[in-house]
């Protein structure tokens, strides 16, 4: 499975972006599709995951309630619409994939998620 991320840029407090994931090779099965930011100096962190089946979504707190993650399933996309951005949410953000069931699935590790985009840089100016 290649990941490809893309639609990260520079934009003001309080503005929007809308990040892209597109899924080539062999992408079945997917069980989930995430994305992961890491910002300069900190530990890549969980953001958003959706249940590529039957598309249940996933927040990570500091996120809820501002950023929607969705999917094409026909296209083989996920996407992020971030809203309401803030100087906190800079960082690089990943997609990942999971596509091997596992015993115990939390859905927030990075070590859950078996494929990864090469990362899209957000950064919000305050």
């Known amino acids: 499975v290649q990941l490809q991320a893309s639609g990260g840029g520079l934009v003001q407090a309080g503005g929007s972006l809308r990040l892209s994931c597109a899924a080539s090779g062999r992408t079945y099965p997917t069980y989930f599709m995430a994305w992961f930011r890491q910002a300069p100096g900190k530990e890549r962190e969980f953001v958003s995951r959706?249940?590529?089946?039957?598309?249940?979504?996933y927040y990570a707190d500091s996120v809820n309630g501002r950023f929607t993650i969705s999917r094409d399933n026909a296209e083989n996309t996920v996407y992020l619409q971030m809203n309401s951005l803030k100087p906190e949410d800079t960082a690089v953000y990943y997609c990942?994939?999971?596509?091997?069931?596992?015993?115990?699935?939390?859905?927030?590790?990075?070590?859950?998620?078996?494929?990864w985009g090469q990362g899209t840089q957000v950064t919000v100016s305050s």
């Open positions: 959706i249940n590529w089946n039957d598309g249940r979504t």
């Open positions: 990942a994939a999971n596509t091997r069931k596992r015993s115990s699935f939390t859905g927030d590790a990075y070590h859950e998620y078996d494929y």
